[in-house]
């Protein structure tokens, strides 16, 4: 805004600087302040407006006698002259609602509608912060209840945050668009800051970057109407941007150039010659007809303020700084800013908007050629302005600490998912959402200690991301420790595989089709600047923009990301391996099915069985060939590709060779589906532009199995992509060596890969158009058997399709030709306007002949069903009438159900029990963060009461009840809450463990042994806040185990970022009844210590806190202990690296229970 009241600082100013000009060099290396109670932790100088909502206090400038307080608002109201609005409780209109409560204030700048015009504050820090190991920043800031004026009708004017030379005395630039940093071309007295080095501008009016002239290389749209300075990038609304090292005032020209800036100058003359500075600047004769002073020939340039090259962000209108309609902070929009200058002066800046993903403004380019050295300390500060028009400027919280330091106060690297396989090595994958979306797949030793406990390896055997990016001189793998340097594995090396529509091909520029290179490339002409007109920092000089750049980048060729100078086309990533959210490893190694050379189906045992034709391969064959073929572990990253990295391979004895475990990887494939959308004209979800914030592509964990045709054994891969798309695909990975693969074999690897679009099934299942019941593909793929002598892939319709059904798909593959068809199974439940889906089927065999007999699944609407592929024709294949069971208020089911038998006494009949949990967690987006459902969620037990049918044609029997006889008069017979008991769970309050005191007794249906009857199973409800399960469960004995997540419940808008934490639940499959004292103290012979811990002495625990992420891996000592081995969404502190864990079961023999849904696992 074109206005600046800056008479009410001079005096001020003079103070400040008797008072601390210049600052004592002691250094602080940590910083932390919470501006939301009614005191803050360190001094602050303090400005006209700039106070604590929630504090009463006068305010006290820090001298050498105190640190000072900054004062409460409410003590200054005289200045703001009008009603505080706003804060914690605000209305709309007048009222006045400051205070906030303690803990629930901010820092505030101004004040706002309907007042809130012509107002500014600022703060500046005390004591130097030394530059020496370079600074990590972060902070959040909330604006909001404008009057909508300006062009963005978004209010004015903005927040600035800015570094200044600590050998200077604190002191702030013009107002208006200048923030009070720049100097200014409009605003009288015009000076800007002293000392200042680096400034950030969060703009929602638009003038910050707006100089009088444009940046070298920038052509438009924004027009230069020249606020403030000399460059800019134009008059843009709701714009975040950063300026550099500028002097222009008075004071420091008079100093420096008093030939040309004399103490004989009026008042008026000092500004006319500081405007005339900041406008050209240059230095300025004022004296000799107002031109440039000249030095042979040459002008005199100064630091003023310059933009730092293409170091902003023009946000979309649907993501604005301001929240004009907000009355209130609670409604405002959050945004989170890390910022990091590294010590040889690197500057790095991102930001998160109400909790969502980080999003990258600039990456590691180096500011010290255009902004000189960084001084030997900062003073940090902020400000905050309005004019005619107005919004609350606010300031939760800061942090700062050097750049060598995890400076982030949002949390480290986080874990969604993990599966751990083998018995020599632990595979885990995880992601660090503050380092640009990095992600990491790593092998740790299993092992025994002296006392026969199963450890882990602190540090692990290799890291991918080290293995794919390498690691430079002078470096360490941070994981692993190794020092640099190592080579990164070569872009041209690497063996990237994708789809053209009709078969695999091999991920180069020349084998896409020409729309695959339209969609990688659009775009990349138009747009100022375009991408075309930009160049690569190539050695020894730059290379113009080439149409496979795009693509080499994606293959992890580096040439042509932004450089430290700020040159080149794409972001500039820490890693090449990108984030790992939801994607769990998968391992393949030797084939460790439990098939026998004989294949019989029992329910058709007449059946002719092409694993046993004449002259097939049978399975014993294959497993002795492949005996030691290298272990591949593979994992989906959100860099657009599944990865198979190697893990070394056993002989043909079976003992483990470590030639070979090093991660490098061996296989790579991007979707073509992924192909289509991993380049957008949208910044923020192109994946290699230098504005990406977060974007999901390859996001859900493989299946892999053995499958059978062609007179052959094969190993399969077949996975979805997530919430990256409605696609799956399949790869053939029997045979993973060098000559195989290989893209010049892309045609043989790639089985297939099918969409909504592409699929169509058979007229009997779906018919032609059944592809649009297909959604984001959630969840994991099933290699399964079927009894029409076909091996298939089933999978759920997952989650978002067209027409909001949930189902499963099965596709099958012909034994003789391995041509697939498709089969589509529909509910008949959800639509658009209600969606449904289905992200995990499972597959049950009920009968032990490795042949599928049902599918169970469940819904997002909180349905389970049963689909029967009992049937030798597929036309008779169906889904149950109705859900066997609906969960109470609709609770969803997102996770795999655990398929398995168990009698509930010794002589009952074994029951079919079906074991799951509730949950959902939505992912994180660009704007928003990642939540989860509501409500109480449970775990269940069902009784799968209905075998009728099942017993009169199976010889494996199960309890069964006939419908009349089981009291239910619900539609279709099926279950609710009502129908099970209840395990009542309480939360020990000394050591948070669920517990339950008195395990409940059920009554099941049919029996005639108890007084009350008519029970099906057994629930218990979660205790924690919003505790749900959203990973799924596991069968170990006869105990189920499942690990649930407590999301942090942080606010937006509050400066506490605690991060989730979570239970692992075991407890009894048949009752969801406690085992006596279940969890051991790990290593307690080697720590005495942890057998008098509460934790572990808890005799009625069903859960404790480990916050491990997804599926544990069970293993098992010598002594018969199982063991789960966990991964966290933990650091250790010790090794930097994720931590985990190896908790001990105190299990009873299981004398009943056994698994029907299996899972492949070493």
């Not at 189902?807 to 034994?815: H, Y």
């Not at 660009?926 to 009169?952: E, F, H, I, K, R």
């Not at 009350?1012 to 990973?1031: A, K, S, V």
Request: with cysteine; proline share 6%.
């Amino acid at each position: 805004m074109n206005r600046n009241t800056f008479g009410t600082f001079r005096a001020l100013f003079a103070a400040l600087a008797a008072l601390a000009a210049p600052l004592a060099a002691h250094g602080q290396t940590l910083i932390s302040e919470d501006f939301t109670g009614t005191t803050t932790s360190n001094p602050w100088f303090f400005f006209a407006d700039a106070c604590l909502t929630a504090s009463s206090a006068a305010g006290a400038q820090p001298s050498g006698s105190g640190n000072g307080q900054l004062p409460g608002c409410v003590a200054i109201q005289s200045t703001y002259n009008e009603n505080l609005v706003g804060g914690q409780n605000g209305v709309a209109g007048p009222t006045q609602t400051l205070p906030d409560p303690n803990g629930q204030g901010a820092l505030r700048f101004t004040n706002g509608n309907p007042g809130g015009y012509a107002q500014h504050g600022a703060i500046v820090s005390t004591t130097p912060f030394p530059t020496g190991a370079g600074v990590s920043l972060t902070f959040k800031t909330v604006t909001y209840r404008g009057n909508s004026g300006g062009a963005g009708g978004d209010g004015a004017d903005g927040i600035s945050f800015f570094l200044m030379d600590a050998s200077q005395s604190p002191n702030i630039g013009s107002w208006g668009g200048s923030l009070g940093y720049t100097c200014s071309n409009a605003n009288p007295p015009y000076v800007g800051m002293v000392g200042a080095y680096l400034g950030l501008g969060i703009d929602e009016y638009g003038n910050f970057l707006n100089g009088a002239n444009w940046m070298s290389g920038y052509n438009g749209p924004n027009a230069a109407t020249g606020d403030n300075t000399a460059l800019g990038y134009g008059y843009r609304p709701n714009r975040i941007g950063m300026r550099g090292a500028g002097n222009i005032a008075w004071s420091w020209l008079n100093a420096n150039y008093p030939q040309y800036y004399p103490s004989s100058f009026s008042a008026s003359d000092q500004q006319a010659a500081v405007q005339a500075t900041c406008q050209s600047g240059l230095v300025w004769d004022l004296s000799h007809h107002g031109k440039a002073v000249k030095v042979t020939g040459d002008t005199i340039p100064l630091y003023d303020y310059a933009p730092i090259p293409n170091a902003y962000v023009e946000l979309p209108s649907t993501m604005q700084i301001a929240n004009e309609a907000a009355m209130a902070r609670p409604q405002a929009t959050p945004i989170f800013y890390q910022l990091k200058i590294s010590q040889r002066g690197l500057l790095s800046l991102s930001y998160s908007v109400n909790g969502g993903a980080y999003q990258q403004v600039i990456k590691s380019q180096d500011i010290t050629a255009a902004n000189g050295p960084l001084p030997a300390g900062f003073l940090f500060g902020f400000a905050g302005s309005t004019g005619g028009s107005t919004n609350i400027h606010e300031i939760l919280c800061f942090k700062a600490g050097p750049a060598t330091t995890a400076a982030s106060s949002a949390g480290a690297s986080e874990k969604q998912s993990a599966k751990l396989e083998s018995g020599v090595q632990a595979y885990f994958a995880y992601y660090d959402p503050n380092n640009g979306w990095t992600g990491r797949v790593t092998a740790s030793s299993l092992g025994f200690d002296s006392f026969g406990n199963v450890v882990l390896s602190p540090t692990p055997n290799w890291d991918a991301a080290c293995a794919l990016t390498g690691v430079g001189s002078g470096g360490t793998c941070p994981t692993t420790g190794v020092a640099g340097p190592t080579p990164a594995q070569s872009p041209t090396g690497r063996v990237i595989l994708s789809w053209n529509g009709s078969q695999g091909i091999p991920y180069e520029w020349g084998n896409l089709t020409s729309a695959q290179q339209t969609a990688l490339n659009a775009g990349d002409t138009s747009g100022s600047p375009s991408l075309s007109s930009l160049s690569c920092p190539t050695s020894p000089s730059p290379t113009p923009y080439a149409a496979n750049d795009r693509l080499a980048f994606l293959r992890g060729d580096r040439s042509c990301e932004v450089s430290t100078a700020g040159v080149g086309l794409f972001r500039r990533r820490s890693d090449v391996l990108g984030d790992i959210v939801d994607s769990s490893p998968a391992w393949v190694g030797p084939p460790i099915a439990p098939y026998t050379a004989v294949w019989s189906d029992r329910l058709y045992p007449s059946a002719t069985n092409p694993e046993t034709a004449s002259g097939s391969q049978t399975y014993t064959q294959f497993v002795t060939a492949a005996q030691t073929r290298t272990n591949v572990v593979y994992a989906g990253s959100n860099d657009g590709l599944l990865h198979g990295f190697r893990s070394g391979s056993y002989d043909a004895n079976g003992a483990f060779v470590a030639t070979g475990n090093d991660g490098q990887e061996v296989l790579a494939y991007m979707p073509g589906a992924v192909v289509q959308t991993i380049h957008s004209t949208t910044n923020n979800v192109d994946y290699a532009n230098v504005q990406y914030g977060h974007n999901f592509f390859v996001d859900a964990t493989a299946a892999t199995g053995d499958l059978f045709y062609r007179g052959q054994w094969h190993t399969w891969l077949a996975s979805g992509l997530g919430p990256g798309g409605n696609a799956i695909f399949a790869l053939d990975v029997t045979d993973p060596t060098p000559a195989n693969f290989a893209e010049s074999k892309a045609a043989s690897l790639v089985v297939g890969e099918w969409n909504s679009s592409t699929i169509s099934c058979a007229s009997a299942a779906g018919g032609s158009s059944c592809g649009s019941n297909l959604g984001n593909t959630y969840g994991t793929p099933q290699l399964r058997r079927l009894h029409d002598g076909k091996w298939a892939i089933i999978f759920g319709n997952g989650y978002g399709s067209a027409t909001g059904d949930a189902g499963i798909f099965i596709m099958t593959i012909d034994p003789n030709t391995a041509a697939t068809t498709f089969y589509y199974l529909s509910t008949q439940t959800g639509s658009a306007a209600s969606p449904n889906g289905i992200a995990f089927p499972s597959a049950a065999d009920l009968d032990a002949d490795h042949t599928t007999d049902y599918v169970y699944a469940g819904d997002l609407q909180g349905n389970l069903w049963r689909f029967d592929l009992t049937s030798n024709n597929e036309s008779n294949w169906a889904v149950s009438p109705g859900p066997l069971f609906k969960t109470a208020a609709g609770q969803p089911i997102t996770t795999a159900i655990v398929v398995a038998s168990g009698a509930p006494s010794p002589g009952m009949q074994q029951q079919v029990m079906l074991l799951f949990g509730t949950g959902q967690r939505l992912p994180v987006t660009n704007a928003s963060p990642a939540t989860y459902a509501s409500g109480t969620q449970s775990l269940y037990g069902v009784w799968d009461w209905n075998m009728g049918a099942w017993n009169a044609y199976a010889s494996v029997q199960y309890a069964s009840m006939n419908a009349a006889a089981t009291g239910l008069s619900t539609a279709n017979y099926y279950l609710t809450p009502s129908s099970l008991t209840q395990q009542v769970v309480t939360v020990n309050a000394a050591t948070g463990d669920r517990e339950i005191a008195a395990n409940a007794t059920i009554c099941w249906a049919g029996q005639t042994s108890c007084a009350t009857n008519g029970q099906f199973g057994w629930y218990l409800n979660l205790p924690g806040t919003q505790e749900q399960i959203i990973y799924s469960p596991e069968l170990v004995l006869q105990a189920l185990t499942v690990n649930s997540i407590v999301p942090a419940s942080a606010n937006a808008t509050s400066c506490a970022l605690p991060s989730d934490i979570g239970f692992t639940y075991v407890i009894n499959a048949m009752t969801g009844g406690a085992f006596n004292q279940v969890f051991l103290p790990p290593s307690a012979a080697a720590n005495p210590a942890f057998s008098t811990n509460p934790k572990y002495t808890d005799a009625v625990a069903i859960a404790i806190q480990t916050n491990a992420t997804g599926m544990s891996f069970v293993t098992t000592n010598g002594a018969g202990t199982r063991f789960l081995v966990y991964e966290t969404n933990q650091v250790d502190t010790a090794s930097n690296n994720i931590a985990s864990g190896a908790q001990p079961l105190n299990l009873p023999a299981n004398n009943t229970g056994r698994r029907l849904s299996w899972i492949e696992r070493r």
